[in-house]
């Protein structure tokens, strides 16, 4: 059973525009959430993370909601850039899990100019 | 800057060849992780490991194993690899606490003939 869900697998948005991508989870021990950036040929890129104790960061045009009571979290990214185009995944785990991630199975991000 | 090399981009192996896929990092983590994306699953766990000489099972530990014999080092083995193998396989380190984010090599492109 998957215990983080992005839903759309693809999501479009022309430049300039807000990009808003959704993740929800089901396990109410998380206490972590992070994002990851997917280029092709290339390792996901840690982009920003937020703990259970906050419900929003802000990391430059990357913001992070979480709404803990809907157990849904979500990235804005606003301005949109062409450049920003790739796949981006959700992860989540817990204080006791030595690290490990529970991965979202990603949604693909396309700007347009 | 942490850095997570892994030793081949791409590789073609042969069916029930053994394989080793290597990867060392260099900011000193307790947690070594490898995965597997395949389109449309997303990230995998494979196996992980906190500490020298210790590992876990994943989520997908079949028809692999895993050595981590140094800190810096964690290397996947498939014993006789088989076609459903075929994969990007992604090495990724942290720090031993929960609330780290994972950092990721660049990923090796398998590819079993």
């Known amino acids: 059973d998957q215990q983080v869900k992005q839903n759309s697998p693809s999501l479009s948005v022309q430049e300039g525009r807000i990009s808003i991508l959704n993740c929800d989870y089901t396990n109410s021990m998380f206490d972590y959430f992070l994002w990851y950036k997917k280029y092709p040929a290339e390792g996901p890129t840690f982009l920003i993370s937020?703990?259970?104790?906050?419900d929003k960061n802000e990391d430059g045009r990357f913001t992070v909601f979480l709404n803990k009571s809907a157990k849904h979290l979500s990235l804005h990214i606003v301005p949109s850039q062409p450049g920003d185009s790739a796949v981006y995944f959700c992860a989540a785990n817990y204080g006791g899990s030595q690290g490990n991630l529970i991965f979202g199975k990603g949604t693909k991000l396309s700007v347009k100019p | 800057d942490v850095k997570v090399t892994q030793s081949s981009r791409y590789l073609v192996k042969r069916t029930g060849e053994k394989v080793f896929l290597e990867c060392v990092q260099d900011?000193?983590?307790?947690?070594m992780f490898w995965y597997r994306q395949d389109p449309g699953l997303g990230l995998r766990l494979i196996y992980f490991?906190?500490?020298?000489?210790?590992?876990e099972k994943g989520d997908i530990p079949e028809g692999y194993s895993v050595s981590r014999e140094k800190k810096e080092r964690f290397s996947l083995i498939l014993e006789s690899a088989s076609t459903n193998q075929t994969s990007m396989y992604l090495c990724?380190?942290?720090?031993?606490?929960?609330?780290?984010?994972?950092?990721f090599g660049d990923g090796t492109r398998l590819s079993i003939l």
């Open positions: 900011m000193d983590h307790e947690n």
């Open positions: 490991s906190y500490d020298v000489k210790m590992k």
């Open positions: 937020i703990s259970s104790i906050k």
């Open positions: 990724a380190s942290s720090l031993y606490s929960g609330f780290q984010p994972q950092h």
